[in-house]
Nanobody
Framework: QVQLAESGGGLVQAGGSLRLSCAGS????????MGWFRQAPGKEREFVAA????????YYADSVKGRFTISRDNAKNTVYLQMNSLKPEDTAVYYC?????????????????WGQGTQVTVSS
């Protein structure tokens, strides 16, 4: 089973950038499709981005397309979320998730492993 740990969150001004990292351990990282989700206060968890096991296929929510980039380095057991042009509405706890198949998904209930989350706050 894989364990996940996010890092890289913080406070940033609108228009700024952050890069989130999610380190995996305890499993063969390259066997997992990975996703990023977020949850703002009072809202449901929502899909942000996903990537297939090889990195060849990526999916994005419409709200982040063109601003966020998901990538992975299987040699380092890490998946990244580069976030540019951040907006106050991007404020949320960001979670990475792993799915024990090679195919990425936009559905949170298809991911069996989750990290603890990292807070991203964007000030206006």
């Amino acid at each position: 089973q894989v364990q996940l740990a996010e890092s890289g969150g913080g406070l940033v001004q609108a228009g700024g950038s952050l890069r989130l990292s999610c380190a995996g351990s305890g499993g063969t990282f390259s066997y997992y499709a990975m996703g990023w989700f977020r949850q703002a206060p009072g809202k449901e968890r929502e899909f942000v981005a996903a990537i297939s096991y090889s990195g060849a296929i990526t999916y994005y929510a419409d709200s982040v397309k063109g601003r966020f980039t998901i990538s992975r380095d299987n040699a380092k057991n890490t998946v990244y979320l580069q976030m540019n042009s951040l907006k106050p509405e991007d404020t949320a706890v960001y979670y990475c998730a792993a799915r024990s198949t090679v195919v990425a998904s936009r559905q949170a209930n298809e991911y069996g492993y989750w990290g603890q989350g990292t807070q991203v706050t964007v000030s206006s």
